[in-house]
């Protein structure tokens, strides 16, 4: 098939899982056409059948904002014209679902029809779509949608609940490639961020206010009275300065280390002992996937999706939003005893393969080809 892929081309999960996706459809054989602003930062390399097609918003003084709806919405007519695309999946409703619905008319008028296959992936859902600023165009564009996919059952009822949806909505969790993450395959250099009698703590996010960041330095303050123990951050977002601050106020500077933003959390995830991901809100965790899959336990909270990936008591421990006691007491019972670590981290590594790529990528798949063959 030849497929149109809308996504955020930055570190954020749908990103992400709009451009693992577009690999992979790519290895089976299909041909894959990026259609974003910038090439996605987990875009490894362009191959004959992975293209990358920018879309340009000149800039003009009259504008406050410029319409990147509109730029998008007239590339993605040229593009299926001009290559011929089959289907348009967009991730994240907001504004690319909107912007599809447009390309669809448009083409229609020349006698094109195109299906428009939309993820749902979170935030553009329970938080950003559900503005009543943007919540009629979002309705509007998921109605309008040939197939709707949510992330998670969890994501699936918020939006139902929070939207007038007249459109079946499938899930289809985020997924991992488990094969690629086999324990010892990346390069692990444990040495450079802690000593060997101690434990290491990570975090990975785009530290905003929905990730909780200050929990995370809270809970760790506890743990590390008890275990011997640092913490790594790795992201950069709005809540870093007061994540440093707190740091310092808690006279852990010598125990928290803040990374930035890197494209190789896999070197991190590899050598830690526990992945923290307190947030408010969380329609599936990918976050929390990738470090299951490099065989680390998961103390989370229990919102969102987050239940259907990390087993409580399992692959680590779930708590109610904002219960940093428990998740402290939980975090120091997987790492107070090695045989406990082990197991935990053994189960993490297991329940990840059950969003093995393989397993997920035919789903989608198939809802293309129903959708072509629907139109
Ligand atoms: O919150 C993020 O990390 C970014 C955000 C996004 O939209 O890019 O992630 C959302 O989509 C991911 C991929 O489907 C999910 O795994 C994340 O749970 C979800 N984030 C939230 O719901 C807060």
């Known amino acids: 098939m030849r497929i149109g892929v809308v996504c955020y081309p930055t570190f954020g999960g749908s990103g992400v899982v709009a451009t693992e ?19 996605p930062v987990r875009l490894e390399q362009l191959t004959g059948n992975i293209k990358f097609h920018e879309v340009n918003v000149p800039e003009y003084p009259l504008f406050h904002f410029q319409p990147y709806e509109l730029a998008l919405s007239s590339k993605l007519v040229t593009m299926v014209k001009l290559h011929k695309i089959e289907v348009l999946h967009v991730h994240y409703a907001i504004p690319h679902a909107y912007a599809g619905y447009m390309a669809k008319k448009m083409l229609e008028e020349e006698g094109i029809f195109i299906p428009m296959v939309t993820t749902l992936h979170g935030t553009d859902i329970t938080l950003v779509g559900n503005h009543p600023f943007y919540k009629p165009a979002v309705t509007f564009s998921i109605n309008n949608s040939d197939v709707v996919t949510s992330v998670s059952q969890s994501l699936k009822e918020d939006t139902l609940k929070l939207f007038q949806i007249k459109k079946e909505i499938e899930v289809v969790p985020n997924f991992i490639d488990v094969a690629k993450y086999k324990i010892g395959f990346t390069e692990c250099q444990r040495t450079l961020m802690a000593d060997e009698d101690e434990k290491i703590i990570s975090h990975v996010s785009n530290f905003r206010p929905v990730k909780r960041i200050l929990d995370i330095i809270r809970i760790f303050y506890i743990v590390q009275k008890t275990i011997k123990s640092k913490l790594i951050m790795v992201g950069e977002g709005p809540e870093k300065e007061k ?3 707190l740091v310092q106020e808690l006279g852990l500077q010598d125990k928290v280390v803040f990374l930035g933003q890197s494209n190789e959390v896999d070197k991190i995830l590899c050598f830690s002992d526990l992945f923290l991901l307190p947030s408010e809100k969380e329609s599936f965790g990918l976050a929390a996937l990738e470090a299951m899959v490099n065989g680390v336990p998961v103390i989370s909270s229990n919102s969102g999706g987050l239940p259907e990936v990390n087993i409580h008591g399992i692959s680590g421990y779930l708590s109610e939003v904002g219960n940093i006691d428990e998740m402290a007491a939980n975090a120091i019972k997987i790492l107070e005893d090695e045989s406990t670590l082990e197991k935990f981290k053994l189960n993490a590594r297991e329940q990840a393969t059950a969003f093995d790529i393989h397993k997920i990528v035919p789903i989608y798949e198939k809802l293309y080809e129903k959708a072509i063959m629907e139109i």
């Open 21 to 39: 996706l577009g690999m992979e459809l790519s290895k089976r054989g299909h041909e894959i056409h990026f259609i974003t602003y910038k090439q």
């Open 243 to 245: 994540a440093e601050f």
